[in-house]
């Protein structure tokens, strides 16, 4: 298993620029979460879904939208990027069962920049 | 309104010591109570985790105790090591676990 992957590793982009950061995982979870983490915030949630076609606002949601048209897959986009977007992202799946049910697997982060 | 809060921010502990790293959550319905751990260009890595239907659990040297009424629970690392020298998180969750709330994390450095 691959598990979670994320695309790309690092970016750049320039203010008001839009972007889509992937999320696979081929685990097979029902769960699916995107967070930002900033130095000293810790990482905060930005959006969440429970499985396909089911998605929530997390804690900073606004100007990121996402979408869960399959299992496998939930990309985050940014509609205009601005310098305050300026994070590293993960993804992360988990799932209800296990011997450690809930647990969230994390990919290994996009590092973005915005200018 | 800091749901999840976190202390200390950082702690330096001499190996074969004890680190203790606490969290206070506001949240009554929060029923899942994850610790991660975290190394430098890494994703973070679940440690332990517990629920509100036990006060303590351990896990090798590493132990949550949970207060409910308090609304509190620590991370106890006995016999710490250099490999613990990580950031650690705290976190809680009222969605089956699916959407954590974070703590700002705390920096633990282990002094050989």
């Known amino acids: 298993n691959a598990g979670v992957t994320q695309t790309p590793k690092f970016q750049v982009l320039k203010t008001g620029q839009s972007m889509t950061l992937q999320c696979a995982q081929d685990?097979?979870?029902?769960?699916m979460s995107w967070y930002r983490q900033d130095p000293g915030m810790g990482l905060r949630l930005i959006h969440y879904s429970v499985g396909a076609g089911i998605t929530d606002q997390g804690e900073v949601p606004n100007g990121y939208n996402v979408s869960r048209s399959t299992t496998e897959d939930f990309p985050l986009r940014l509609l205009s990027a601005a310098p305050s977007q300026t994070s590293v992202y993960f993804c992360a799946s988990s799932y209800s069962g296990g011997e450690t049910p809930y647990e969230q697997y994390f990919g290994p982060g996009t590092r973005l920049t915005v200018t | 309104q800091q749901q999840v809060k976190q202390s200390p921010q950082s702690l330096i502990v001499q190996k074969g010591g004890i680190s203790i790293i606490n969290c206070a959550y506001e949240?009554?319905?929060?029923?899942?109570f994850p610790w991660y751990q975290q190394f430098p260009g890494k994703g973070p890595a679940l440690l332990i985790a517990i629920r509100p239907d036990v006060s303590e659990k351990k896990e090798g040297r590493f132990t949550i105790s949970f207060n409910k009424s308090a609304k509190q629970f620590s991370l106890h690392i006995m016999d710490s090591q250099p490999g613990d020298s990580a950031t650690y998180f705290c976190a809680a969750s009222n969605q089956a676990g699916t959407a954590l709330i974070f703590g700002k994390g705390t920096t633990l450095s282990v002094s050989s």
């Open positions: 949240n009554t319905a929060f029923d899942y």
């Open positions: 685990m097979n979870h029902e769960y």
